[in-house]
């Protein structure tokens, strides 16, 4: 079993900077350095929508359009934390952000259905 707990939301004005982080904990006899994890976000009256994915490795990742160029994601398997820097923050950006990892997937994916274990999530909110 696998516990995701995140940290580092709260409020932020536009054109600001956030970084979001992810701790893993993973029961004995389980590893969290061989699987993709990524971060999701939800808005009001929104559906969850992907942002970013990171491999096993940190070393592929991949970014939704919206965010391509202002978040970075990365991870940290020494210390089962993944990490969302998030940079030129917009109105737009404000959420609840999940992070998400796989059971068994190794490679990125885009897709909710791909991951198996999420964080309670943290609020993310962008003023004018």
């Known amino acids: 079993q696998v516990q995701l707990v995140e940290s580092g939301g709260g409020l932020v004005q536009a054109g600001g900077s956030l970084r979001l982080s992810c701790a893993a904990s993973v029961a004995s006899g389980r590893t969290f350095n061989n699987v993709a994890m990524a971060w999701f976000r939800q808005a009001p009256g929104k559906e969850r929508e992907f942002v970013a994915a990171v491999n096993w490795s940190g070393g592929s990742t991949d970014y939704a359009d919206s965010v391509k160029g202002r978040f970075i994601i990365s991870r940290d398997n020494v210390n089962n934390t993944v990490y969302l820097q998030m940079n030129s923050l917009k109105l737009e950006d404000t959420a609840v952000y999940s992070c998400?990892?796989?059971?068994?997937?190794?490679?990125?994916?885009?897709?909710?259905?791909?991951?198996?274990?999420w964080g309670q999530g943290t609020q993310v909110t962008v003023s004018s």
């Open positions: 998400a990892a796989s059971r068994r997937r190794s490679s990125i994916s885009l897709r909710r259905l791909d991951y198996d274990y």
